[in-house]
Structures are given as structure tokens and as C-alpha cells.
């Protein structure tokens, strides 16, 4: 059976690219957790047709038609622009750390069901956020649910190396928590605290909404969000910009 010329899917805008003088090559989330790459003529132009309905971050209805190597945007409605977003260089900033994240870890003809909720509900929080810490925490649990459901999830309770209960450090590169004996061996392992262990556990397991109730001092969100780019950079062996950025402010 042909495939259909056309199909509609509820997606993300995670990415613009400009094509030509007005156009924009979109890459989105869909509903599904696939990522769809489709042109969006007139995207650029100001009061264009697509130019309000394919902002980044916006959780959009769209009609697309396939084409031979892009799709092409039919048709858009916004479902939701998470307006909170915009305005605060520090909610863009999050929310575009989210963004780059989520880009590098959906495929096309790849559906995972997991990915496009909870993309939507970090891009949610990040409005709701009412300080920088609680951003950071977002962010930082965004990365570390995402990568540990795609089968790089910290190791914190024993040493990843001996198995011993006594951990003291962390490594990006050896997979989660060390003991002193192992950790002397390994460049990149960090000491860490009882607390810092006892977060980043809390930042895998715990909703969205629970970690927007806490209260992290300013120091211990901006290592949980460094750590969070070392996790990701190391096992998804590239550079991430926008978290750079991040953690530039």
C-alpha cells in the first residue's frame, strides 16, 4: 500500500534553519517521538501564513506533505506557544538547552512514545519555574531522564567499577558513582557529597512537578546542571551549545 501523500501530526519546533530568502527548514518532535524535518515556506517573512505558527518551543498542529527529501508544512495551528517562555533570557536559554537535547535523541522512523510528553512537560516547567535554581533543575532532569531512558542512566548507589557502597565521587565517563580506590584511576571522576548523590538521584526519579516544590541553593543547581552537560556530552559524544550557553549566564 502507497504511502499517504499527507499526513498531521502534533509536534515541537525544535529547531529553525533558514532556507532561501523566507523560507524555513523546520525540525520537530512529533507526537509520536520521531523527529519530522519539513520546509515551511514563508516561515521568515513577517506576517507571512507559517511565520507565527513555526516559533521554537511551540507545540503546534501541523498538516504536512511528503516531498522527495523534505516534507513540506501544509498547513499549522499552534496548540501551544509556552508564551511564559519568551520575554526571560534565562527561560529561552533553558528551554533551548531542552531543545538541543531532545533534537540529538529522536530519529526519524524511530517512534519512542516517551520522548514528545515529556519534552512538553519540561518546556511547561519552564515556565512555571519561578528562579534560576529551579530552572537548572529542570534542565539538569530533563537531560538525565531523557539519556537514562535511552539506556545511559547514572549508576549512584554502588561504585560503577568495584560494586562498593562507600561512593565519594562521579564520573560522566565510567557510567555514575566511584569509591576512593577506584576513582584515582579515572581522569574525570569528581568528588561529590552525600547531597549531591542524594540530587542527582532526585532528578532522575522524582516528576516535574516534585522538583519545582524544592528549594536547591544556587551553588547545587549549577553543578547539577554542569553535570548534567558533561553526562550528556560524554555519551552523546558531541558538543551541546545551547547548554553552553546556559551555563555561561
Known sequence: ?????????????????????????????GETGEELRAV??????????????????????VLLSRGRSLDIV????????????????????????????????????????????????????CEEAPDQGRLDLVVAAYVLKVLAHAGWRPQLDTCVLCGDAEVAFVSAQMGGALCHSCAKDVPDAEEVGALQLAWLSALVGLTFDALLGEQ?????????????????????DTRLRAMEFLLSL
Open 216 to 236: 536547591p541553593d544556587l551553588q547545587t543547581s549549577t553543578w547539577l546542571v554542569g553535570f548534567a552537560h558533561r553526562w550528556a556530552t560524554t555519551h552523546l
Open 1 to 29: 500500500m502507497p504511502a499517504r501523500k499527507t499526513y498531521r501530526s502534533r509536534a515541537i519546533v525544535l529547531d529553525r534553519t533558514p532556507l532561501a530568502e523566507q523560507d524555513l527548514i523546520l525540525t520537530m518532535l
Open 74 to 125: 501544509s498547513e499549522a495551528t499552534v496548540v501551544d506557544a509556552h508564551a511564559g517562555i519568551r520575554g526571560s533570557l534565562e527561560r529561552v536559554s533553558a528551554a533551548s538547552a531542552i531543545c538541543e537535547v531532545a533534537r540529538l535523541t529522536c530519529f526519524a522512523d524511530a517512534p519512542d512514545p516517551f520522548l514528545h510528553p515529556i519534552c512538553s512537560r519540561a518546556l511547561r516547567a
Open 40 to 61: 515551511a515556506k514563508g516561515g521568515r517573512k513577517p506576517g507571512g501564513r507559517l511565520a507565527a505558527r513555526s516559533e521554537l518551543f511551540g507545540e503546534v498542529d
